[in-house]
């Protein structure tokens, strides 16, 4: 039985963390013992894979910098697992992963890469340089696993090795993400929302590429036409201060009434189901996982044209330019004109035929197998031809 940790700094709520946990649960345990090793301890998905009985060790990072005890505990982790593989997840477990597991511990290291592309003035001193640092020690893990066509060209562009890359998209567990009539109204009633009004809703981490300023310049647009809409914004937390800045934007869009922060949630299958439309404004995605979460839901949804996201809706929804508004916004009122349950049926049917958790599961597995000699390597321009030619 083969080793395998995965490396990620929480399982808190993301796309990343989805992914981890989605590919972990499915993964087959006859040929794979998994470990996943956290930064901090806590958040929502662990509850979720100690349920189907994967091992989950905590370093219990106290904060940001708590850097050497932290290290040595994870030294001391990998040493004592002796894993095959590491698979580590974003740039700074990506970056400990090799030092780590390739030099200590002699393992296989495969990265997994998420975004297509950002910039890096968005964020702070650590994340920039944890950026630089996988770029420069991008030539030494064993694969570099891409979720995203985009991605793979970004990437590729930065300066990452192509011969190391594969692209694996993400997978949705279209038997769990499902359209819930029950649930509809349930968090309709919750949300004081009426079912004669059309819900929007923009499903995001209080983040720059989520764009919401863009979300909300365009609801103020299509409430000048379609007064029977209202917005959600799912994710974040409604008292921090990205929120409150928002909040001054709503209020002088003059979006008070129509407008409402629902926090964070653990419900989503519910959540998409009491949905009308789903939106993406984002400046930079990957592949993202509330695009293909909702559309299973039978959610038909309004995308700017990022990462992969243009690929997921194809028909099924409605692309702009990122930053755009007045396009995001007609867009908007084209959706809402259509006829939404059809689309929603085409958009679920879409999933589940590309993006099922088994393609996911199988693929990755393949990958992983490929590395430690159980399985014919996989040729990496090929799959990357592949790719292009969907």
């Known amino acids: 039985m083969t080793k395998l940790v995965f490396?990620?700094?929480s399982l808190e709520t993301g796309g990343s963390e989805q992914q981890l946990v989605?590919?972990?649960?499915?993964?087959?345990?006859?040929?794979?013992?998994?470990?996943?090793?956290?930064?901090?301890?806590?958040?929502?998905?662990e509850a979720e894979l100690r349920n189907v009985g994967v091992r989950i060790i905590s370093l219990n990072?106290?904060?940001?910098?708590?850097?050497?005890?932290?290290?040595?505990?994870?030294?001391?982790?990998?040493?004592?697992?002796?894993?095959?593989?590491?698979y580590s997840y974003l740039d700074l477990s990506n970056v400990l992963a090799l030092i780590v597991g390739k030099i200590l511990c002699k393992a296989k290291?495969?990265?997994a890469v998420r975004s297509a592309g950002f910039d890096l003035h968005d964020y702070d001193w650590l994340r920039r340089l944890g950026a630089k640092l996988e770029l420069w020690l991008s030539r030494f893990p064993a694969?570099?696993?891409?979720?995203?066509?985009?991605g793979f060209?970004?990437?590729?562009?930065?300066?990452?090795?192509?011969q190391k890359l594969i692209v694996i998209q993400n997978g949705i567990d279209t038997s769990h993400f499902r359209f819930d009539p029950e649930a509809r109204v349930r968090i309709r009633?919750?949300?004081?929302?009426?079912?004669?009004?059309?819900?929007i809703g923009l499903v995001a981490r209080f983040d720059p590429i989520k764009d919401h300023r863009t979300f909300f310049k365009a609801a103020a647009l299509v409430m000048k036409t379609e007064p029977n809409a209202r917005f959600v914004c799912v994710g974040g937390s409604p008292g921090d201060g990205a929120a409150q800045k928002l909040n001054r934007l709503i209020d002088k869009l003059e979006l008070s009434s129509k407008v409402f922060f629902a926090g964070e949630r653990t419900d989503m299958r519910d959540v998409y189901s009491a949905l009308d439309i789903n939106c993406l404004t984002s400046i930079n995605e990957g592949w993202p996982n509330v695009v293909g979460e909702s559309m299973s839901c039978g959610v038909p949804c309004v995308v700017t044209n990022v990462g992969d996201a243009a690929e997921i809706v194809g028909a099924t929804g409605f692309v702009s330019?990122?930053?755009?508004?007045?396009?995001?916004?007609s867009n908007v009122i084209c959706c809402m004109n259509s006829d939404r349950e059809a689309l929603g049926i085409k958009a679920r049917q879409r999933i589940d035929n590309n993006w099922p958790v088994e393609k996911l599961v199988s693929d990755t597995e393949e990958a992983l197998l490929s590395i430690v000699g159980n399985q014919p390597s996989i040729d990496v321009n090929s799959s990357h031809a592949m790719a292009n030619s969907l």
């Not at 993964?27 to 958040?43: C, E, L, N």
């Not at 694969?143 to 985009?150: A, G, M, R, T």
């Open 7 to 9: 490396l990620i700094r």
């Open 22 to 45: 989605t590919f972990a649960k499915s993964i087959d345990r006859t040929t794979f013992d998994p470990t996943v090793i956290t930064f901090y301890s806590g958040g929502v998905f």
């Open 61 to 86: 990072k106290s904060g940001r910098w708590d850097v050497l005890f932290f290290f040595v505990r994870l030294v001391r982790t990998l040493m004592a697992i002796r894993p095959a593989i590491i």
């Open 109 to 111: 290291v495969v990265w």
């Open 143 to 150: 694969v570099v696993i891409v979720n995203s066509h985009e």
């Open 153 to 162: 060209n970004s990437i590729i562009s930065r300066g990452f090795p192509r």
């Open 189 to 199: 009633k919750e949300w004081n929302v009426s079912e004669e009004e059309i819900l």
């Open 321 to 329: 330019a990122p930053g755009d508004a007045q396009a995001f916004a």
